[in-house]
DNA sequence: GACCAGGCACATC
DNA sequence: GATGTGCATGGT
């Protein structure tokens, strides 16, 4: 049965790796900031530029609005693609001041699809960034896919290969208890296994907590 | 020096 | 609707 399969999955995962604690960030601002800068890009670049933003004060909205935007691009500059970056926080921030007022407590109100929806329609939030804001800065239970998350279940045949996005949510959304908790942490650990064993150029199978896991899961679950 | 990293929008066919 | 391309830094 799937469900016990990708539980197994997790219980193995969580043995190995322990507790991820994600999403690293202080504050839920900051959460969504660096779902931002993160975007195709190595995560110590992105600390080095949340760094910057906390030591010049603007790690607010209030703090991100009052920013030119050169100096923003300026500050984020070691998370890579820093212009196109710099533009997509100032679109976001104009959008929570627009309809919240620059305040995530308002925000908070929505309910998930259509705050999701919401998301979506700002420039430079796509469906990764979306999804990420919404498990890991609002706490609600969407299931997060990146990239790592698809490499992984595509090396495990826990998907077709030409699953695209939705497919892959909907694997594990259905086929496990819909808890943010559970899916936070199911994430992080599975982009702790990517990092370890599954990277693109050398995968490390051997010592993969999944190694020996029958790749036998039921197409019609997929 | 090539390749990679917790994507996304836009152009073109 | 699928496919290709620009965006850019820092580590391996």
Redesign the pocket.
């Known amino acids: 049965m799937q469900r016990k399969n990708l539980e197994q999955i997790y219980k193995l995962l969580l043995e190995r790796f322990g507790r991820q604690g994600?999403?690293?960030g202080e504050t839920r601002f900051e959460i969504i900031v660096?779902?931002v800068l993160?975007?195709?890009?190595?995560?110590?670049?992105v600390e080095?530029a949340i760094a910057n933003l906390k030591e010049a004060g603007c790690m607010t909205p209030a703090g991100l609005k009052q920013l030119e935007i050169g100096e923003l691009?300026e500050l984020i500059?070691?998370?890579?693609?820093?212009?196109?970056?710099?533009k997509?926080l100032k679109n976001f921030i104009g959008w929570l001041f627009d309809n919240y007022e620059g305040r995530l407590e308002h925000v908070e109100q929505s309910a998930t699809e259509q705050l999701r929806g919401r998301l979506?329609s700002?420039?430079?939030?796509?469906?990764?960034?979306?999804d990420?804001i919404l498990l890991?800065a609002f706490g609600r239970a969407v299931f997060v896919i990146?990239?790592?998350t698809a490499?992984v279940a595509f090396r495990h045949n826990l998907a077709y290969p030409d699953s695209?996005y939705e497919m892959l949510q909907e694997l594990f959304a259905s086929n496990l208890p819909n808890d943010a908790e559970l899916f936070n942490e199911y994430h992080?650990l599975f982009?702790e296994l990517?990092?370890r064993y599954c990277?693109?150029?050398k995968p490390k199978c051997t010592g993969c907590p999944l190694e020996h896991l029958p790749h036998t899961l039921e197409p019609e679950y997929y």
Request: glycine share 10%.
């Open positions: 994600w999403w690293p660096g779902a993160t975007q195709n890009t190595n995560w110590k670049n080095r691009a500059r070691p998370a890579g693609y820093y212009n196109i970056k710099a997509r979506l700002i420039n430079g939030i796509g469906r990764e960034t979306a990420s890991y990146d990239a790592y490499r695209d992080a982009v990517g990092k990277s693109r150029r």
